[in-house]
């Protein structure tokens, strides 16, 4: 069975070989799916009839979100954290430990329920690829169990044991390294594609970062780090060393760090709810465009620092605060995400690619920015199904 999606009245390819500017923008175009994938992308007046039609209205289409960096698996809720840095006090990771202990303490079936409602939550609002990491078990069994539910909601999947050093090891932080780097990455290793290291004062330092990315790699994972998110720091230099996919927040960057990023392949996450929730100074996203860094928007859903499953917000924030165009932002919330996943199935429409995509309730891209807190994701199509 295939499907036509039709009468769109601007369609983002994100591919310059299809349509206008960096986009790819089709006007009048239609989209023909078969078995999941994209068929045919084209000027509706060209578009051959399919068993299923699914009618645009004249409005804007685009790439369904990629949202490259989530932590949805947890239990417990931090809503009084968040109270108390809006009323002064900071943030420093060290509510991490109040999850960890909730998290634990849940059974699976709890921790796959709140799994199950932000991945809807995020569906209905145009994501159809994320990202989700553990870090909130830390222990050999909790960092397992985490990572197989996760694999039952995404194949993008991410280890991170080294998110902070629990209570228990507070007093040798290297025997932790060690079991991070031993049973517990043999534990993960076969639910998890990538690895990942909260690089951060407070949390993991350059040396210990790098010995277990290093094992990560040996074992066949592929790399992203939490870098740069509470002051400068190795994380951004040390990702680009490791060749990661991605580094992730660079809010405090040093003209070193924009350097190595902008000579690299290594993809520049920005995570604009986390500076929201934590009520800290944004990201310089111009500043990274400008020198050439690849930069994509990702949410960071988590209990602590940045609870939203919405690419939208995200992408509106990015413009309002980080200096970035609508169009920059939309393509960073697409094929930007696409980039740092290294996925060139998604965050593209073109023949061939997956048949993941949004038709929003507004006539351009531009509305994701222009109207902020709107519900403007009309249809999400996943795989080539329609969502509902
Ligand atoms: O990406 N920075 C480290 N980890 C998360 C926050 C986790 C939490 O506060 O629970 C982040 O912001
Ligand atoms: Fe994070």
């Known amino acids: 069975m295939n499907l036509l999606i039709d009468n769109i009245g601007e369609l983002v390819t994100n591919d310059p070989a299809l349509g206008r500017g ?75 430990r109040t999850t960890v202990a909730a998290t634990r303490a849940a059974s699976d079936d709890d921790l796959r329920a709140t799994v199950e409602r932000l991945r809807r939550e995020a569906l209905r609002q145009g994501t159809t690829t994320i990202e989700i990491k553990s870090g909130y078990g830390l222990s050999v069994p909790d960092e397992a169990r985490s990572l197989r539910i996760a694999r039952e909601f995404t194949q993008e999947t991410t280890f991170l044991g080294a998110h902070v050093v629990p209570s228990e090891y507070t007093d040798r932080p290297d025997d932790y390294v060690g079991l991070v ?9 076969p639910h998890a594609r990538w690895i990942d290291v909260f690089c951060e004062r407070g949390a993991f330092d350059a040396d210990h970062s790098r010995a277990i990315l290093t094992v990560g790699q040996a074992a066949g994972l592929g790399v992203r780090v939490h870098a740069n998110q509470l002051g400068p720091g190795p994380g951004v230099r040390l990702a680009v060393e490791l060749g990661a996919a991605s580094a992730d927040h660079c809010t405090h960057l040093e003209k070193s760090d924009v350097d190595a990023l902008a000579g690299s392949s290594t993809v520049a996450t920005l995570l604009p709810g986390a500076e929201f929730s934590t009520r800290s100074a944004y990201p310089d996203a111009r500043r990274l465009l400008d020198a050439r860094a690849t930069v994509a928007l990702a949410t960071d859903c988590n209990p602590g620092s940045s609870y939203t499953t919405s690419m939208p917000f995200c992408v509106a924030l990015a413009v309002r ?68």
Do not use: K
């Not at 200096?323 to 960073?332: D, F, I, Q, S």
């Not at 696409?338 to 509305?367: E, K, N, Q």
């Not at 920015?369 to 199904?385: E, I, K, M, Q, S």
């Open 22 to 96: 960096p986009l790819g923008i089709v006007r009048h175009a239609a989209v023909l799916v078969e078995d999941g994938v994209i068929a045919w992308v084209g000027r509706a007046a060209y578009a051959q009839p399919a068993d299923r039609r699914l009618d645009a209205e004249g409005a804007a289409a685009l790439p369904g979100f990629v949202d490259s960096h989530a932590h949805l698996v947890f239990a417990g809720d931090r809503a009084p954290e968040f109270a108390a840095r809006m009323a002064g006090e900071a943030y420093t990771g060290g509510g991490i």
């Open 181 to 189: 780097c031993g049973p517990m990455l043999r534990a993960a290793a």
């Open 321 to 388: 605060e980080m200096g970035m165009t609508p169009a920059e932002a939309v393509w960073a919330a697409t094929a930007g995400g696409a980039r740092a996943l290294r996925r060139t199935d998604i965050g593209v429409l073109r023949p061939g690619a997956r048949a993941d995509l949004i038709v929003l309730d507004a006539p351009s891209h531009l509305h994701l920015a222009y109207r902020p807190g709107v519900p403007l994701v009309r249809h999400t199509v996943h795989n080539g199904v329609p969502l509902r």
